[in-house]
Each structure stands twice: as C-alpha cells, then as structure tokens.
C-alpha cells in the first residue's frame, strides 16, 4: 500500500510539478501575458521580420521564443524580467535594422548577398561551392518550378533569404541542357557510343560529342556524361 502511495505520489509531481494544481491559474494568466507580448513584439518588427527572416531576424524570433517560454511555467522568474529582455531584443532589432539600411557592408556582413548558381543553362561551379546547398536539394527547388533541364535557365539566383530566383529562356532559345530528372540524370557514362550532345555532370557544361572512349569536359575537366535534352518548359 505504501510503495503505491509513493508511485501516485512521483506521478502526480512528474505531472504537474512541485507547485501541483494550485499554480494552474497562474499559468494560464502568464501564458496569455506572454502572448500579448510576443504579438506585440513581431508588430513591432514589422511584416518583413515575420515573412521573410533573415539570419540577425532568425535570431531576434529565438530570442523572444526564449525569453517567452520561462515566465509562462516557472514561478521564480518574473513577467517584468522577461518584458525587460523583450524591450532589449526589439531596440536592438531596431537599431541593427537601422545600421543595415545605412551600410552596405553591415547589410553585407548580417544578411550576406545574393549568389548566382546557374548562368547560360550551366553551374557556376565557384559560387555553388560558396553554398552549402546539395546538388540534389538544388535539383527538387528547380523541379518544383517546372524546370527539367538547365537549357532552360537562363539565369538561377539565391537570394539572402534562401529562395531561389529563376530567369528563363524564351521557348525559342531552349538549348540543349542537363536533364535534371531522377530517371534521366542517373543514366550517367564516361564512353560516348553516338555523335549526340551530351551534358557534364558536374558542372551541366553542354558539348556535341563524337563516339569515343572518353571525353573530358572543356569546363571542368571532369569525364561523366549525360544525353543532353531540349524540353521547353510546361507551365
């Protein structure tokens, strides 16, 4: 009976604490209050710190996150110690924003700067290595777009929010590209057996290829291939 007694016991202090029931009303009022605040708060920010987040804008939504979440459940901290670190978060929020519209360099160093990925419906190899984007995760963001091969893209942009702008080709200037579809871009080789264009798998260079051996890319030196396609885009 007593090792029963313990065990409702323990459960009953994992479950609701060492306060038990008696602190249920005040967390509900806390919660409510600390909602009020963060609302209050991303108001402040503005629609741009809510839609679109930048790395120092990241930050600012954790920081609330973390200031928001004691006060609701923990009796020893204080609403006004936390409002306090909410009125710290939002000035500066306020005065990075300020500095960042005022400096081209502080925008620079806090938000980064837009890279190309794509130019002329092939990699640029030296700005994809700046990313730390996969090839693969890089493939489904274009196929989401209605993109099957880099012929089709003129010009491929990742801009500092992380979206990916695209420009196309008209559908008269579709060249010959890298086929980006899973069943297509797998069927790689290094032996060319007919005269056809064929696209570098590394950095989507697209070259008309004679039956050889090998060939090696004149871009990037490398010696997988894949047969080029020329699909206009279905949208």
């Known amino acids: 009976m007593l090792l029963q007694i313990l065990s ?10 060492e306060e038990g029931l008696a602190f249920a009303p005040e967390i509900i009022i806390r919660t409510f209050i600390m909602y009020l605040i963060v609302l209050l708060s991303l108001r402040t920010l503005g629609k741009r710190g809510v839609k679109q987040l930048s790395v120092f804008e990241m930050v600012v939504i954790i920081s609330l996150g973390s200031a928001a979440g004691d006060p609701m459940f923990y009796k020893e901290v204080g609403i006004a110690s936390a409002l306090l670190v909410f009125i710290v978060v939002v000035i500066a929020y306020k005065l990075t924003a300020y500095l960042v519209g005022k400096s081209k360099k502080a925008e620079q160093l806090l938000e980064g700067s837009c890279t190309c990925l794509i130019e002329n419906g092939r990699f640029s190899i030296h700005n994809f ?7 693969d995760e890089f493939f489904s963001e274009l196929r989401l777009k209605s993109v099957s091969h880099l012929g089709q893209v003129e010009l491929a942009i990742i801009e500092t929010s992380g979206s990916i702008s695209l420009f196309f080709y008209p559908d008269e200037e579709v060249r010959y590209g ?3 579809l899973p069943s297509l871009y797998q069927n790689q080789h290094s ?6 264009f064929y696209s570098c798998t590394f950095c989507g260079n697209t070259q008309l290829l004679a039956p050889a051996e090998e060939h ?12 080029s396609i ?6």
């Open 8 to 17: 409702l016991d323990k459960l009953e202090k994992l479950l609701l604490g």
């Open 129 to 135: 290595k700046k990313e730390s984007m996969a090839q």
């Open 178 to 180: 890298l086929p980006i």
């Open 191 to 196: 032996m060319i057996k007919h005269k056809d």
């Open 216 to 227: 090696q890319c004149e871009h990037c030196s490398r010696k997988k291939w894949v047969k």
């Open 230 to 235: 020329i699909n206009r885009r279905i949208t």
